[in-house]
């Protein structure tokens, strides 16, 4: 799947939906529009590896959402200024067979030599199954001579027979510059679909074979089932609590610490395994997803029709859709909130930011010029 998003990061809330809603194994984005300064933990989504190529300077880059159930690794990352970025990823399917699939993104200013390099660099992957999903700001409506001989040339087919960008003065002028480009058409069927993230339709394609079959998702958990809180206390009693003022170490005071309550906790709350539903978003409730699907049913019958009226219909329901979508996740926060558990709600909070944090001991303060490593500065 691909979609030309024109900045990620504002229309991330968004994009996320888009990833619920579709439930892709690889989403390639196309504009990213990111810097070196945006972490991957401010756009990534739960369950998916992601892979960018930015440009240095401002607009374009290209980023591609992987399943993290599919063994995935990047094999060429390249950024032109002025010409084009392009990102290639290895997809292992089985033990015997792989996928190749890269990401690219030309501006429309890009000069001729752009498409030279494009080719010289993916050709060395051309011996096994390939798929180029993005944006090349080539008209394929109207193939140009120059890039048709090159496709040929390279045994890659345009799987997308459809416009990906319409005038919105006028529902039946498109263009095609989204692409799908594979030299396996045959084993591809493929889709164009509306949505509300830029003025870009998102563009698809289903793989015809055997699925790689998913892992689980599992999660450890303490399990409180059997949990006897005061027989819990008692053996918190038995141990002999002040031989930490014993200690002149701060870390081993730390290690007995340690030691002695996860012992005891793991007798009372051992940890358990359990599978966990497959979430992007708690706050996408199912009645998105049929709003959604109905905006998809307009769009396709006012491009059908030709109709102005359809389209203003359709319009209107986007509109509905992105204010729903917004709401609903302002009213699963208002929720959190209202239940008091400050707890649960930071979880929620620290879950849809993708953030981990971690504590560690202070190894080394400064003072004003002066470094030390002392421990005992601990007790201080």
Same mark, same amino acid.
């Given at each position: 799947?691909?979609?030309?998003?024109?900045?990620?990061?504002?229309?991330?809330?968004?994009?996320?939906?888009?990833?619920?809603?579709?439930?892709?194994?690889?989403?390639?984005?196309?504009?990213?529009?990111?810097?070196?300064?945006?972490?991957?933990?401010?756009?990534?989504?739960?369950?998916?590896?992601?892979?960018?190529?930015?440009?240095?300077?401002?607009?374009?880059?290209?980023?591609?959402?992987?399943?993290?159930?599919?063994?995935?690794?990047?094999?060429?990352?390249?950024?032109?200024?002025?010409?084009?970025?392009?990102?290639?990823?290895?997809?292992?399917?089985?033990?015997?067979?792989?996928?190749?699939?890269?990401?690219?993104?030309?501006?429309?200013?890009?000069?001729?030599?752009?498409?030279?390099?494009?080719?010289?660099?993916?050709?060395?992957?051309?011996?096994?199954?390939?798929?180029?999903?993005?944006?090349?700001?080539?008209?394929?409506?109207?193939?140009?001579?120059?890039?048709?001989?090159? $496709?040929? &040339? =390279?045994?890659?087919? +345009?799987? /997308?027979?459809?416009? %990906?960008?319409?005038?919105?003065? *006028?529902?039946?002028?498109?263009?095609?510059?989204?692409?799908?480009?594979?030299?396996?058409?045959?084993?591809?069927?493929?889709?164009?679909?509306?949505?509300?993230?830029?003025?870009?339709?998102?563009?698809?394609?289903?793989?015809?074979?055997?699925?790689?079959?998913?892992?689980?998702?599992?999660?450890?958990?303490?399990?409180?089932?059997?949990?006897?809180?005061?027989?819990?206390?008692?053996?918190?009693?038995?141990?002999?609590?002040?031989?930490?003022?014993?200690?002149?170490?701060?870390?081993?005071?730390?290690?007995?610490?340690?030691?002695?309550?996860?012992?005891?906790?793991?007798?009372?709350?051992?940890?358990?395994?359990?599978?966990?539903?497959?979430?992007?978003?708690?706050?996408?409730?199912?009645? $998105?997803? &049929? =709003?959604?699907?109905? +905006?998809? /049913?307009?769009?396709? %019958?006012?491009?059908?029709?030709? *109709?102005?009226?359809?389209?203003?219909?359709?319009?209107?329901?986007?509109?509905?859709?992105?204010?729903?979508?917004?709401?609903?996740?302002?009213?699963?926060?208002?929720?959190?909130?209202?239940?008091?558990?400050?707890?649960?709600?930071?979880?929620?909070?620290?879950?849809?930011?993708?953030?981990?944090?971690?504590?560690?001991?202070?190894?080394?303060?400064?003072?004003?010029?002066?470094?030390?490593?002392?421990?005992?500065?601990?007790?201080?």
């Amino acid at each position: 799947m691909h979609v030309n998003i024109r900045s990620l990061l504002p229309k991330f809330v968004l994009f996320t939906a888009v990833a619920h809603s579709a439930n892709p194994d690889v989403l390639a984005v196309s504009e990213s529009w990111l810097r070196k300064a945006t972490k991957n933990s401010e756009i990534s989504i739960p369950n998916y590896n992601i892979f960018r190529q930015d440009r240095t300077a401002k607009g374009g880059g290209v980023a591609v959402y992987c399943r993290d159930s599919l063994q995935s690794n990047v094999i060429l990352s390249r950024s032109i200024p002025k010409q084009f970025e392009l990102l290639i990823l290895k997809i292992t399917l089985s033990r015997n067979k792989s996928l190749t699939v890269a990401a690219c993104y030309r501006p429309p200013s890009a000069p001729s030599c752009a498409l030279d390099t494009i080719c010289e660099l993916i050709a060395p992957h051309l011996a096994s199954e390939f798929v180029l999903l993005g944006d090349l700001n080539w008209d394929m409506l109207n193939t140009p001579a120059v890039l048709q001989s090159k $496709l040929d &040339a =390279l045994n890659l087919t +345009k799987i /997308i027979k459809e416009p %990906t960008r319409y005038n919105p003065k *006028s529902v039946n002028k498109g263009t095609l510059i989204d692409v799908i480009l594979t030299n396996w058409p045959s084993k591809y069927t493929s889709a164009v679909f509306n949505q509300d993230l830029s003025d870009y339709c998102l563009i698809a394609c289903i793989r015809y074979g055997s699925a790689v079959k998913r892992p689980p998702l599992i999660t450890v958990i303490r399990s409180l089932k059997h949990f006897c809180e005061q027989a819990f206390l008692i053996d918190l009693a038995r141990v002999s609590w002040k031989d930490i003022d014993l200690i002149p170490s701060v870390e081993d005071a730390w290690s007995f610490f340690k030691m002695n309550f996860l012992t005891i906790l793991d007798k009372h709350a051992p940890f358990k395994k359990c599978r966990t539903k497959n979430r992007y978003s708690p706050s996408f409730v199912p009645d $998105l997803t &049929a =709003l959604d699907q109905h +905006k998809n /049913i307009l769009w396709r %019958t006012a491009i059908a029709l030709n *109709s102005p009226r359809d389209m203003q219909l359709f319009r209107e329901v986007r509109n509905q859709y992105t204010q729903s979508v917004r709401k609903a996740k302002a009213r699963f926060f208002r929720q959190k909130f209202a239940s008091c558990n400050s707890k649960k709600f930071w979880d929620t909070v620290k879950s849809m930011e993708n953030k981990s944090t971690s504590f560690q001991l202070l190894t080394a303060l400064r003072l004003g010029n002066t470094v030390t490593t002392d421990k005992s500065i601990s007790w201080a």
